[in-house]
Nanobody
Framework: VVQLVESGGGSVEAGGSLKLSCVASGDIYENSCMGWFRQTAGNEREGIALVKDTGTTLYADSVKDRFIISYDNSQKTLYLQMNSLKPEDTGMYYC?????????????????WGQGTLVTVSS
């Protein structure tokens, strides 16, 4: 079982930046992915970005060229650098570990999840 603790959320104006962090404790499986998902009220979680232990990344079209996902293996910490933020980026951001790598679709019951960190972008 992996425990995940997110931090770094907050309120920012459109065009601003935030960096989310997620500290992992426990076993991270080889060939699995860590990633970030976003959820807004009344909607299912949507995949934002995934990173594999090889460094391979996958981004949602909506954040490509604005967000950067990275993983520091020595610190067991996942990051999401969010630039040029838009109001539509507002939501609860969840970190996941031991997730599948081939799709950003949310699959309930797959992977381990943190409690989330709230990002609010005002126009």
């Amino acid at each position: 079982v992996v425990q995940l603790v997110e931090s770094g959320g907050g309120s920012v104006e459109a065009g601003g930046s935030l960096k989310l962090s997620c500290v992992a404790s426990g076993d991270i499986y080889e060939n699995s992915c860590m990633g970030w998902f976003r959820q807004t009220a009344g909607n299912e979680r949507e995949g934002i970005a995934l990173v594999k232990d090889t460094g391979t990344t996958l981004y949602a079209d909506s954040v490509k060229d604005r967000f950067i996902i990275s993983y520091d293996n020595s610190q067991k910490t996942l990051y999401l650098q969010m630039n040029s933020l838009k109001p539509e980026d507002t939501g609860m951001y969840y970190c996941t570990a031991n997730y599948v790598c081939h799709r950003l679709t949310y699959s309930k019951g797959v992977g381990s999840w943190g409690q989330g960190t709230l990002v609010t972008v005002s126009s």
